[in-house]
Antibody, heavy 123, light 107 residues
Framework: EVQLVQSGAEVKKPGESLKISCKGSGYSFTSYWIGWVRQMPGKGLEWMGIIYPGDSDTRYSPSFQGQVTISADKSISTAYLQWSSLKASDTAMYYC????????????????WGQGTLVTVSS | DIQMTQSPSSLSASVGDRVTITCRASQGISNSLAWYQQKPGKAPKLLLYAASRLESGVPSRFSGSGSGTDYTLTISSLQPEDFATYYCQQYYSTPGTFGQGTKLEIK
């Protein structure tokens, strides 16, 4: 059974750093792109970026380029999303999701999703 | 980036109704279009991909159509569990932009 299990909720102060995780199981982790999606409170879904764990090829949305870092450790089948300096506007639910199909280019829908990690940034 | 415009943003309907949600891309996306359902407090769930292909396990009352820049999601006979928010997403190119969502509420 394919599963993506995300790390737990975080409460941080502005300026702090944070790294959240997404552990994949039940499939070949290195063969599928993994993406991160932001959902701000009461708002829609935003595509942040994706990574191919097999070779760490990473693509970012221009809206998030330079604001976050996406990485993966294929030895433990885990993808990460990190911030070096959080802002209050980073308060949101963050989902990881797998792109369906073994594809070389990231042109596929998200077929499996993690349960979400709620990040709250407040002074 | 390709912009996805979804309409309506909200919709009230009754059990048994047929409803249609539309999604327009700012350029052609060659049927690289997915539809997701999201219920409160839950992760989105893939319903359809390639504009009209039903994901495994999704009821056949959900269907999709379209080509080029214009796509639709149709629910043939609404069930109580279908009241949720629906999103389209293009995956023709990165970033794989989402529509702004359609909240389907009980009338």
């Amino acid at each position: 059974e394919v599963q993506l299990v995300q790390s737990g909720a975080e409460v941080k102060k502005p300026g702090e750093s944070l790294k959240i995780s997404c552990k994949g199981s039940g499939y070949s982790f290195t063969s599928y792109w993994i993406g991160w999606v932001r959902q701000m409170p009461g708002k829609g879904l935003e595509w942040m970026g994706i990574i191919y764990p097999g070779d760490s090829d990473t693509r970012y949305s221009p809206s998030f380029q330079g604001q976050v870092t996406i990485s993966a450790d294929k030895s433990i089948s885990t993808a990460y999303l990190q911030w070096s300096s959080l802002k209050a506007s980073d308060t949101a639910m963050y989902y990881c999701a797998r792109l369906g199909g073994v594809v070389v280019v990231p042109a596929a829908p998200y077929d499996y999703w993690g349960q979400g990690t709620l990040v709250t940034v407040s002074s | 980036d390709i912009q996805m415009t979804q309409s309506p943003s909200s919709l009230s309907a009754s059990v048994g109704d047929r409803v249609t949600i539309t999604c327009r891309a700012s350029q052609g996306i060659s049927n690289s279009l997915a539809w997701y359902q999201q219920k409160p407090g839950k992760a989105p769930k893939l319903l359809l991909y390639a504009a009209s292909r039903l994901e495994s396990g999704v009821p056949s009352r959900f269907s999709g159509s379209g080509s080029g820049t214009d796509y639709t999601l149709t629910i043939s006979s609404l069930q109580p569990e279908d009241f949720a928010t629906y999103y389209c997403q293009q995956y023709y190119s990165t970033p794989g932009t989402f529509g702004q969502g359609t909240k389907l509420e009980i009338k």
